[in-house]
């Protein structure tokens, strides 16, 4: 075990987890494992039930709350977040604190177990946003605004926004709230990708409006049948970004 203390209830809106800190504890002991060298580990589906309690059962998230998705997204681009809340490149300090102890190769394992999860996804939340504004979204994603030079979100997110292989996600089927609390970080410095961050540039580009506007769109849109991750983009990405080359630190 380790020997940090726990840090919970930070946040009002965590209170849920603390509702589940048995099971919870429980989870994390299970999920440790991997550390003590010829144990015989539990199944994968069980390890991660400290990860299901807030990313719901097969990493299901709802669309409506904060907590993303994480089933069905592509191996790498979970890896590569994996590996940023481990190393301390995103912040939210229960992330940070199960993945601590855990090495490359867990991590990789972890990531397949979820990118191999396909349930269905939830019906969209409905807007609570006037036409104009979902209009404005619709734009920004589909299309970009050329004068100012910011890339639609599609020609890198794919053209049905179900993301693209290998570490490119999808923009469907997460809470407005969590699409909006990422773009703010790009922003401040809080959430940052391998270099060159795209993201942190293209978020620098929008303004608060431009972000409301293209969370609400997206937020609004239901999740396709087919919400595999596409498996090349049709043109090369508008712009350079570190995620999609793997370094050696983030190697098998
Ligand atoms: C206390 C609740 C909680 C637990 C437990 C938890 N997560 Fe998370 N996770 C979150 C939140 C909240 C975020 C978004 C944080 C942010 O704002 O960047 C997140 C983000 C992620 C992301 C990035 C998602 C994306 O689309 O970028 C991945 C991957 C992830 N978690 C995997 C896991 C795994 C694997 C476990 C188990 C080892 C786990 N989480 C346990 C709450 C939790
Ligand atoms: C030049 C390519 C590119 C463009 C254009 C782009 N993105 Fe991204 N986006 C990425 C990459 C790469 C990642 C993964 C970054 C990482 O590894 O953390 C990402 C991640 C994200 C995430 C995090 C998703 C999650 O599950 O945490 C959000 C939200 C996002 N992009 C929104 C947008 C929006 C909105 C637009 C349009 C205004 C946009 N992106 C345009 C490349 C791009």
Redesign the pocket.
């Known amino acids: 075990m380790r020997s940090r203390p726990i840090p919970l209830c930070w946040r009002s809106w965590?209170s849920a987890?603390c509702l589940a800190l048995p099971a919870?504890l429980v989870a994390d002991v299970a999920?440790a494992q991997e550390a003590a060298p010829g144990a015989v580990l539990p199944a994968m589906a069980e390890r991660?039930t400290?990860?299901?309690?807030?990313?719901g059962k097969e990493?299901r998230a709802t669309a409506d709350g904060?907590?993303?998705?994480?089933a069905g997204?592509p191996e790498t681009?979970?890896f590569n977040?994996?590996q940023n809340?481990r190393d301390g490149r995103?912040?939210?300090p229960?992330?940070n604190y199960?993945?601590a102890n855990?090495s490359d190769d867990y991590l990789h394992k972890?990531?397949g177990f979820?990118a191999n999860e396909h349930p269905p996804y939830s019906p969209p939340v409905p807007p609570r946003v006037d036409s104009a504004t979902l209009e404005r979204g619709r734009l920004l994603v589909t299309d970009g605004i050329k004068e100012r030079r910011i890339p639609a979100c599609a020609a890198c997110h794919g053209a049905a926004l179900t993301g693209v292989q290998p570490a490119i996600?999808g923009l469907l089927g997460?809470p407005r709230d969590?699409i909006n609390?990422?773009l703010g970080?790009w922003r401040n410095g809080v959430?940052k990708a391998r270099q060159p961050d795209c993201m942190a540039t293209i978020a620098h580009a929008l303004t608060p409006e431009d972000i409301n506007a293209a969370s609400s769109w997206l937020a609004a849109q239901p999740v396709p049948p087919s919400s595999a991750p596409a498996a090349s983009l049709p043109a090369s990405l508008p712009m350079a970004c570190g995620s999609m080359t793997q370094s050696s630190g983030a190697g098998r």
Do not use: E, N, S
Request: proline letters at 5%; aromatic letters at 20%; glycine letters at 2%.
């Open positions: 965590l987890v919870y999920l991660v400290a990860c299901t309690a807030c990313h990493g904060y907590y993303p998705r994480i997204k681009y979970l977040q994996l809340f995103r912040q939210y229960m992330m199960l993945l855990l972890i990531a979820f996600p997460l969590y609390a990422q970080a959430r």
